[in-house]
């Protein structure tokens, strides 16, 4: 009786400890699954080109988020440039962004709540001769 007693104890230490320990893995994994953050939504801000300092003062973008799959629409604007606009196709995984902006580069940053910090790798520069770099640091808010 007395051993019957300890096997039944004993199974049953064992299945509390590792219904615990397995309750303990899927809510780890469920915080670090890299849901991500919300992009839909539009988007205002400005930024500084890298190499030159000169100020991009607008930054827009509009976008419609589905999973992780990020479509839209930019407008961005600097001092003695013409209005670029564009469509934005990219994804979001956890609080990272990429995006690509057809036909004026690639971004990619970080998104938290209702404010996103991207790097801006500008192309289609309108067939000027400079090689320098072309990025720039853009601070947006929805």
Same mark, same amino acid.
């Given at each position: 009786?007395?051993?019957?007693?300890?096997?039944?104890?004993?199974?049953?230490?064992?299945?509390?400890?590792?219904?615990?320990?397995?309750?303990?893995?899927?809510?780890?994994?469920? /915080?670090? &699954? *890299? +849901?991500?953050?919300?992009?839909?939504? @539009?988007?205002? %801000?400005?930024?500084?080109?890298?190499?030159?300092?000169?100020?991009?003062?607008?930054?827009?973008?509009?976008?419609?988020?589905?999973?992780?799959?990020?479509?839209?629409?930019?407008?961005?604007?600097?001092?003695?440039?013409?209005?670029?606009?564009?469509?934005?196709?990219? /994804?979001? &995984? *956890? +609080?990272?962004?990429?995006?690509?902006? @057809?036909?004026? %580069?690639?971004?990619?940053?970080?998104?938290?709540?209702?404010?996103?910090?991207?790097?801006?790798?500008?192309?289609?520069?309108?067939?000027?001769?400079?090689?320098?770099?072309?990025?720039?640091?853009?601070?947006?808010?929805?």
């Amino acid at each position: 009786m007395k051993k019957s007693f300890c096997s039944i104890l004993f199974v049953g230490v064992a299945t509390v400890t590792l219904v615990g320990l397995l309750t303990a893995c899927e809510s780890g994994s469920s /915080s670090s &699954s *890299g +849901d991500p953050q919300s992009a839909a939504g @539009t988007w205002n %801000g400005t930024g500084n080109y890298v190499h030159n300092n000169v100020p991009i003062t607008q930054f827009n973008l509009v976008l419609n988020q589905d999973g992780n799959a990020v479509r839209g629409t930019y407008a961005i604007k600097r001092d003695a440039r013409e209005l670029m606009t564009g469509r934005v196709t990219g /994804s979001v &995984s *956890g +609080d990272r962004v990429d995006l690509t902006m @057809t036909p004026h %580069g690639r971004a990619d940053g970080k998104i938290k709540d209702d404010r996103m910090e991207l790097e801006w790798f500008e192309s289609g520069f309108g067939g000027a001769d400079w090689t320098g770099p072309r990025n720039g640091f853009v601070t947006l808010n929805r």
